[in-house]
């Protein structure tokens, strides 16, 4: 079989199968060549060049790419089937420990790296880190005297220690990973931002995410209490004991729940209070400064 027709058949197979949702049989082109792509550790347009260049495929290359494509007929998401993702400026390993970064999170990073540009050194947290998509950024893209990222999941935080050596030479800040709920890991910090992108679907709402989100991803990073805004009111509550007098709170939203969680962050005597949008103009990001700049 050559490259091309392993590109065909995964087509095929994506097009007809039951188990994906209809966007991606729809669009069954696009996922077989991200699929192969994936697997070979090639970009999009690596992959096209090989077509053309390089045809024919190695066994282990064939193999691989049926193991790839078994898992995602099962319906499987594409990240965790070829094991990385793309997040701003890296690529991650990410598999079923970790939720899979979303290109809206990286809007939450560019309004935390946005609201820090003035001064440098200090202090940033992520909360919540998953694959470690947020604090990786943040030691590559900013400048931080050291980046602490925290998670309840122990098995989350070595997928992002991983991936920490990874981008090791990127980084211009260390990074240290914690273990905990919430705030409770950054007793005695001082921090001058804290990001995060807490779990906030009500556990009610569970029926109506994609199954490959609901089946597969860890329900730990998803789901959150109080409807919803557990997580949200316990980072605005205890944040104002962590932050840096005029320190900023940069939080990801779920659009139906942007004004609810600003109303906290008011009720808590955060300033500044400001929603923003993400790439396709849903409410996505709250910003919110702690008082004493």
Not at 124 to 152: K, P, Q, W, Y
Not at 155 to 160: F, G, I, Q, S, T
Not at 216 to 236: K, V
Request: hydrophobic share 45%; with cysteine.
């Amino acid at each position: 079989m050559t490259l091309r027709d392993a590109v065909n058949r995964a087509v095929a197979l994506i097009a007809e199968c039951a188990a994906l949702e209809a966007e991606v049989r729809r669009d069954a082109a696009r996922e077989g060549r991200l699929l192969i792509a994936g697997v070979l550790h090639l970009s999009p347009g690596g992959l096209a060049q090989r077509l053309v260049v390089s045809p024919a495929m190695l066994a282990a290359e064939g193999e691989a790419i049926e193991r790839a494509l078994h898992r995602r007929l099962r319906g499987e998401p594409l990240a965790y089937t070829v094991g990385t993702a793309p997040f701003r400026d890296l690529v991650l390993e990410v598999d079923a420990r970790v939720l899979i970064p979303r290109p809206e999170t990286e809007v939450v990073v560019g309004e935390a790296l946005r609201v820090t540009a003035a001064s440098l050194g200090g202090t940033a947290v992520d909360v919540g880190t998953g694959s470690g998509a947020i604090a990786l950024s943040l030691a590559t893209e900013g400048h931080f005297d050291r980046v602490i990222a925290t998670d309840v999941s122990s098995d989350a935080l070595e997928v992002a220690a991983g991936n920490s050596t990874r981008v090791l030479g990127k980084a211009s800040a260390p990074v240290e990973f914690r273990l905990g709920a919430d705030l409770a890991p950054l007793k005695g910090i001082r921090a001058r931002v804290i990001v995060s992108n807490p779990p906030y679907i009500a556990y009610e709402e569970a029926e109506a995410l994609p199954r490959s989100v609901r089946n597969w991803e860890p329900p730990l990073a998803l789901f959150a209490a109080d409807h919803g805004m557990a997580r949200y009111r316990a980072l605005l509550q205890g944040g104002r004991d962590v932050l840096e007098p005029g320190g900023w709170m940069v939080l990801e939203l779920d659009a139906s729940r942007g004004p609810a969680t600003a109303t906290i962050a008011e009720q808590q005597g955060y300033e500044a209070i400001e929603i923003r949008q993400d790439y396709s103009g849903r409410d996505r990001v709250l910003l919110a400064r702690a008082p004493g700049r």
